[in-house]
């Protein structure tokens, strides 16, 4: 199943903050691409987050993929995970059914 993640930040931190984490977090990340459960990466820059697509067999696998990261550990961010499924909305233009 598929899921969109997109972080959100604690409020009042800094840069400084997110500083000591930044290796440990993306070291995760790779790990977690490469084990096949984070198939996108994206960065949204209006406000400095990150967007992820996750491949997970359900949404607990995908949230504990998401708790593995080391800044959600530190309790600087966490993430709304939305599951994703494919539009069927084009069958009403093929299909007897309005």
């Given amino acids: 199943m598929k899921f ?3 972080e959100v930040e604690a409020p009042g931190l800094t840069a ?3 500083a000591p984490h930044s290796r440990d977090e ?3 990340v790779w790990e ?3 084990a ?3 198939r996108e990466t994206y960065f949204n820059p209006d406000d400095h987050t990150a967007v ?3 491949e997970a067999a359900d949404r607990a696998e995908a949230q504990q993929a998401l708790d593995s ?3 959600v550990q530190a309790g600087l961010i966490r993430f709304d995970l939305v599951p994703l499924a494919p539009y069927t909305g084009f ?3 093929f299909g007897d059914t309005p």
């Fill in 4 to 6: 969109l993640a997109l």
């Fill in 16 to 18: 400084a903050d997110f």
């Fill in 26 to 28: 993306a070291a995760r």
């Fill in 32 to 34: 977690l691409v490469k």
């Fill in 36 to 38: 096949g459960l984070i």
């Fill in 52 to 54: 992820l697509i996750l």
């Fill in 69 to 71: 990261l080391p800044m």
């Fill in 91 to 93: 069958e009403r233009l």
